[in-house]
Structures are given as C-alpha cells and as structure tokens.
C-alpha cells in the first residue's frame, strides 16, 4: 500500500466530513429512494441492471430492522412502479440475525413476500464468517418458498467450494466474490494468486452445475479466466451475469457491456451512506489518493477512475 495512502486510511476519522461526502458520491447513489432510482435509470440506459442495496448492518437494536423492511418495499414497489431493470441486496444483519435470529428471519420474510408479489429477485448478501452458516441457512429455507431468492459465496473462505456444491445440488442462484472481511489463515485464503485460483475454481463449477452465477469482480485478470471458461463451456450471456459495484472499474464495465455481456451494478443507498463510505476506503485504500485530492482542491475537482 502507498504510505500516504496508509496514512490517509488511518486518519479517516480525522477527514471532514464532507470531502468524505464528495468521494462517497461516486460510490453511492445518495440518501434517498429518488437518488438511486435515478443512479438505476441512467445505468439501464447505459446498458447495465442493477441491484439497489439500502445502506446499513450490525444494528445493535431490533427496532432498527423496521425502517429497512420499509425502506426495502417501498424500493420494490418502485422499481415495479418505474420499470426499472433493477434487484435488491440485502445484509441479513441490518435486519438482526447477530442479535436475534428468528427476528431476522421474519423481517426477511416480509421483504420475500413483497418480492414475490412483484416477482423480483432478491439477494441475500453474505457477510463475516461468524454468520456464513447461518446465512446459507435462511437461504436454503427461502429458496423453498420463492426460487427468485439467491445467495452469495466469498472466494477466499476455504469452506466455499462445499457450499457452492450444496448451492449447485438445488441450481441455486449465485453471486461469486473474493471476499472483504478480515478473516484468520484457518478460515480464508490470505494469498492472492490462491483467492483468485478458488474464485476461478468456483465460478467455473457453478457454471458447469447449470447455476446462474453472478460474476462479481473488477479485477481483470478474473475477468478473463472467466470468460474464457464461459468460452470453453459454450454458455451463452443469459445464463450467467458480470457484477460490478458502483463507481469502481468504469472502463471494464463498459467494454463487458459493449462485448454484448450482461453487467450488473451494485447501487447502495441511504442515510448511512457515511460508515459505508468509509469500510470502501478502508478496503480499497487506493481511493484514498482521491481523498487526498479532495482535501487540497474545490469541491468536485478530484478526479475519479
């Protein structure tokens, strides 16, 4: 990592507040419903899906679930209400599975039944390793009740190539990442070149089960390998999909969807849009030299990849 980047990750707490709020709006759609509904239409018309994620995880009150289950149908009915080529994300532990399980399971229930009702698709996000199980578990019990329901799985936990078999026995849904969370040797991959060897091992198994996998990656070397795979497996674009967040890798993301590949981009929303914000710098330290930028130019002026 670049020291001055280091540097700026260490201090982010110490960066106003709103240069944090200039970078963030490259990454997030904005506050409300209207801003990211807007962050969908111009991506459709780029020729891109998306899925809208309401900002927020590890409450540490379950009267916080209530305004996310809200948050959540009201996206639902408008992404039906607009026509919008759009999804959901959601993070089981913004509707309390760290604090109560059961709780968890019956907020998500009334985002599922909204779902259904307007027939779209919802994605279950996957988390730290100290929720994995549990999340494949409220997974498998929905994907029963509501087949558009699907899941993620994390490159770099060791674990992943048994649950995409699991996955992979029901053709479920999948969203292949490498993984974020700081995990210890026993559980995650800590080398590079072994967490894009399982994500390459993983997304290719999936696509040869028949699971419509979801492939999330900006970095290109992956990007390659699987198309090459989806070459060498003769698929056709409708059964598999490139996943890619919002604001990041831009030039890939329209050379893929100029190719004639399906994108689709992870648009996140909502007032915590400052503690998300701030994990993205964290993970990508490389968006700190625009941090820096911002510090030293007027308001809009620093340059984005």
């Known amino acids: 990592m670049n020291p001055l980047h280091r540097l700026v990750v260490r201090t982010l707490p110490l960066v106003p507040k709103s240069v944090v709020r200039t970078i963030a709006s490259r990454y997030v759609a904005g506050e409300t419903l209207d801003d990211a509904l807007s962050t969908v239409r111009a991506l ?15 409450i540490t009150l379950l009267a916080e679930t209530e305004p996310t289950v809200l948050a959540y149908q009201r996206s639902l009915a408008e992404i039906a209400a607009r026509g919008v080529d759009s999804n959901i994300s959601v993070k089981l532990s913004a509707l309390g599975l760290k604090l109560d399980p059961a709780h968890c399971r019956r907020e998500f229930a009334r985002i599922v039944e909204t779902a ?4 779209i698709f919802v994605r279950i996000d996957m988390e730290d390793s100290s929720v994995t199980e549990e999340t494949l578990r409220i997974f498998f019990e929905f994907r029963e009740k509501y087949e558009k329901v699907g899941i993620v799985l994390q490159a770099y ?4 190539a048994d649950d995409a078999r699991r996955i992979a026995a029901i053709g479920g849904n999948v969203r292949v990442c490498k993984g974020i969370y700081v995990e210890p040797p026993a559980i995650a991959f800590q080398d590079r070149e072994e967490i ?8 290719e198994a999936l696509l040869r089960s028949g ?6 990656t900006h970095d290109p070397a992956l990007v390659e390998s699987c198309l090459a795979a989806v070459g060498r497996l003769g698929l056709e674009p409708k059964t598999y999909e490139f996943q890619m967040l919002l604001g990041v890798a831009r030039t890939l993301r329209r050379r893929l969807t100029a190719g004639g590949q399906r994108l689709r981009v992870y648009v996140p929303y909502g007032e915590a849009w400052y503690a998300y914000s701030v994990r ?5 330290p ?11 130019l007027p308001q809009g002026r620093a340059d984005g990849p």
């Not at 936990?157 to 992943?160: A, D, E, P, V």
């Not at 699971?211 to 999330?216: K, L, P, R």
């Not at 993205?280 to 990508?284: A, T, V, W, Y």
């Open 116 to 119: 259904r009702g307007l027939g």
């Open 211 to 216: 699971s419509y996998v979801g492939i999330a």
């Open 157 to 160: 936990l060791r674990r992943s």
């Open 280 to 284: 993205r710098l964290k993970e990508n």
């Open 196 to 203: 894009r060897a399982s994500y390459t091992q993983l997304v």
């Open 44 to 58: 459709n018309a780029e020729g891109c899906m998306a899925t809208l994620d309401v900002l927020g995880e590890d």
């Open 286 to 296: 490389s968006i700190a030299g625009h941090v820096v930028k911002g510090l030293f």
